[in-house]
């Protein structure tokens, strides 16, 4: 790559002109295809949700997209370039909390990524100060994780990643280890919290209501291996949403067929008798 | 008026109960402890002071031994040696193994090394280390040292490769770089496994104080056992013994309570 191209690159994803572009993607280790054959866009500010079977690749796709994972076929670019390895611009909400630091308060986690970046103290503060206020933890900010709620401890792997004020923010079943309640509550703050944020969000789940709950756009993907994008579903309706809805329930049952579709290839592909089962 | 004498009578029977299981416990570590005395009265009693020194004798020896200053200048000398050899030792073993858990490189080069010298005991080098080091201080404190460095970086390296994936993944993508890694996550997330290495490594160095001190030292527990062969005085020797026991002992409870109160936010649990 020339000096110029660097410069052009590097201007675009500062400009974070052209969101994130998946071209022929393909991912795998060891013999074996998670994903492929990808091609997907997302604009800059889009909500979007990869939803599918579990094993499907969803949480693959996210991790090339974050850098963890390099595919072996064609390009995952973000913001113009091309993604290289794990980078401040593009946060990740991992599903277990154990991606918190233990042995640092509250507060010093969501430090962290000012601190890593060098900023003054007082900054520092500030950033987190608004924060841990957006996702209402103020009050537990001298607190250690292993002191808190599953649900609070996710709260503070939002605040962490939203102090680093990253274009994208990628969330890897951020809620699937909460219980039925919190895991509601969550979602209502999330999507109030992405109102007024506004930053690309790319977020993986099971959970077919928590779809539509939060996504602009649904994504369903085909049973791993070798798993696809197998369709997408414009999500058209006002937020906040309301799951009682005519709209959200007519959503939810296509989304649901559409999926069941692919669980009964997965089990049959696993040599299970799933003729006359419906979900 | 009878709600606060209820919670009151509550407090005093939680009190009690937690109370008596303790004092079973120190109960039963005070039998083991004289059942331990009797037995070894009794062999004492049969094989006679030729070759075995009774609890009353060694007593009656360690207390001569202390009176003249021996006993504390002794043990003084043993312990700085434990602490220097030992201090070096988890200084540099933990820096060691976190750059062998971390950079396959390093771990690659410097594996055929503690996979070898691991096998080797502190006494195969005790002629070398004086030939090399000389009679003084410095060969004593490098074979406690040696005897300590492998310990720690084998259970740092084991530290490094638990800390779960996603904890380095979200360093990553928080903006770190790789040496900021090292020292704002793994060395934090490995302070347990450096603490379990130390304290291993103060067991062996107890092991080893006393082979260091075979030859050429004028004090020092370990010297203290060896001369006392010369001497024929069987009962100085088990005062060694006692001391040097108590001592470690001692040793390992303080890393234990220092560690538990300094280092808990780290998840050190003693």
Redesign the interface.
Known sequence: MSDLDELSADSAARAGESGITFRDVGIGFDGFQAVSDINLDIEDGEFVCLLGPSGCGKSTLLMAL???LAPNRGSVRLGGADVA????E???V?Q?S??????LTVRQNVA??P???GLPRARQREIVDEYLGLVGLRHTADR?PGQLSGGMRQRVQIA??LA?KPGVVLMDEPFGALDAQTRQVMQRELDRIWRTHRCTVVFVTHDIDEAILLADRVLVMTAGPSARIKSGYPVDLPRPRQEGSAAFVDLRHRLREDIAEEVRASLRAQGADVEGVTP | MTAVADRMGAGVRLGGKTTGRRLRAGMLTVLAVLIGLAGWELVAWWYGPALTASPAQTLRAGVDLARDGTLLEASVASIRRILLGWGLGVVVGAPVGILMGRVSVIRRLLDPYIEFFRFIPPIAFVTLAIVWFGIGEMSKIVLIFYTSVFIVTINTIAGVLAI?E??L?????????RR?VLH??VL??T?PHIVTGARLAMGNSFLTIVSAEIVSADTGIGALIWQSRNYGRVDWIFVGIIVLGVLGFTCDRLIRILAARLLR???VKM
């Open positions: 974050a850098g963890f390895g794990p980078s401040p593009c946060g990740v991992f277990s154990d991606a918190l630091f233990d042995w962290f990524g601190r890593m970046r250690y962490r990643v680093n | 779960g996603s904890k993944r979200a360093a990553a993508s928080l903006g770190a770089s900021q704002a996550v934090p997330a302070v936010r780290y998840g």
